[in-house]
């Protein structure tokens, strides 16, 4: 049974403090457990030292699947189910187009969607994993997990406050 973490939770206001203040915690040797932001905070990933994400690897394949089994059906129902002969064209022809399109674009975002909730653990009966609520509102709060640095809770806390948090708060989670 896993035992409860003890964070400090510094809260920010501005996207633009976030930036530098993550920018100065990290160089003093501070590890950033999360930051928790209620909009995209353009350039956050990078600061965080983030690599790119792999869905777009996801997205190709699921795009791959919709795309061959498009063509699949079409053939197969052309000329096996109900052979036709459409406008003295063959079966194989452009009217392929957009079946095809549309069930490649209809997999490659239903997939993308559903592997994005796999990894980020996100299912209808969850728990919520923000620390602090006001990070879904107008905070941003950056998580810091006291047992993963050297520093002392009073070092990162004037850390914190030095770096342009409006309060900084300590809490366990489980």
Request: charged share 25%.
């Amino acid at each position: 049974m896993a035992s409860d973490k003890n964070f400090v939770l510094g809260i920010f206001d501005d996207e633009d403090v976030l930036l530098k203040a993550v920018t100065k915690i990290r160089k003093s040797g501070v590890k950033i457990d999360e930051v928790y932001s209620p909009f995209p905070v353009h350039g956050l990933d990078e600061v965080l030292g983030y690599k790119r994400s792999k869905i777009s690897v996801a997205a190709f394949l699921f795009g791959l699947t919709g795309f061959s089994l498009a063509l699949l059906m079409q053939f197969y129902m052309l000329k096996f189910d109900w052979p036709m002969i459409i406008g003295g064209k063959n079966f194989a022809s452009v009217t392929f187009v957009p079946v095809t399109f549309e069930l490649t674009v209809l997999l490659g975002a239903f997939g993308m969607v559903g592997t994005f909730f796999v990894i980020q653990d996100l299912k209808p009966w969850g728990k919520s994993k923000s620390p602090d609520l006001r990070s879904t509102d107008d905070k941003h709060v950056m998580a810091i997990e006291l047992s993963e640095n050297t520093l002392s809770t009073s070092e990162i806390e004037s850390v914190l406050k030095d770096s342009g948090a409006s309060e900084v708060n300590l809490k366990q989670i489980d």
